[in-house]
């Protein structure tokens, strides 16, 4: 009977002491395969959090951008490169980037990041970048793309005078053929993205 008392006291704590243990030893991915020969090769890698990846550096990625650029601005932009081109390659989210800077620069334009980037969002599926005016969240959802798009950003930010798509103002996909494309004189092509100048 005080064998029972014992055990029925020690389960208890036994299962306390587990909870704890699982709460303190981080998570981990453990990744397996098949080796020659049938065995077994796993291999153990940090967990994944978008923090690690972005947010501890924010406040000095920010700390570094030129004094007239808003944490807005930098949002609009950041939001722009996610939604047009989080698929394609670094260098064309690059390039996205510095179509709406030179936007920003070109007097037909508005004079702002997010002036540009939402110009005619209230007219369904005729705004300058088709994220803007879908009628779906302007919200990231993919967090790794989120934090990549911010990088990007704050890149082309700090280097706005070194233009990778020598003063483009356009672009479209490579599947599409719009009849603007006609007018404007093409300066590059990254990825699935053709970028156009619109010279005076």
């Known amino acids: 009977m005080k064998n029972y008392k014992l055990v029925v006291g020690i389960i208890p704590v036994f299962i306390v002491v587990c909870l704890m243990g699982f709460s303190i030893i981080p998570r981990a991915e ?13 291999e153990i890698t940090a967990p994944y959090s978008p923090a690690s990846i972005y947010d ?9 951008l030129p004094m007239d650029i808003s944490e807005k601005s930098f ?6 490169i996610y939604f047009e ?3 394609e390659p670094f260098e064309g989210q690059v390039a996205v980037a510095y179509v709406i800077m030179n936007r920003v620069k070109d007097r037909r334009y508005p004079n702002n990041i997010c002036a540009v980037v ?15 005016c879908d009628g779906l969240s302007d919200n990231p959802y993919e967090m790794a793309a989120w934090n990549v798009a911010r990088r990007v950003a704050g890149g082309a930010l700090k280097n706005a005078q ?7 103002t356009h672009y ?8 603007w494309a006609k007018y404007l004189q093409p300066t590059i092509h990254v990825g699935s ?8």
Do not use: W
């Not at 993205?193 to 005076?200: G, N, V």
């Open 30 to 42: 453990v990744k397996a395969s098949i080796q020659e020969g049938g065995t077994l090769a796993t």
């Open 162 to 168: 070194s233009d990778v798509t020598a003063r483009s």
């Open 75 to 80: 949002k609009c932009l950041a939001q722009a």
């Open 118 to 132: 939402f110009q005619n969002e209230q007219r369904r599926h005729k705004c300058q970048f088709s994220f803007a």
């Open 85 to 87: 081109a989080r698929s």
């Open 56 to 64: 501890a550096d924010m406040d000095m990625l920010l700390a570094e």
């Open 172 to 179: 479209h996909a490579d599947y599409v053929n719009p009849r």
């Open 193 to 200: 993205h053709l970028f156009y100048r619109e010279d005076m």
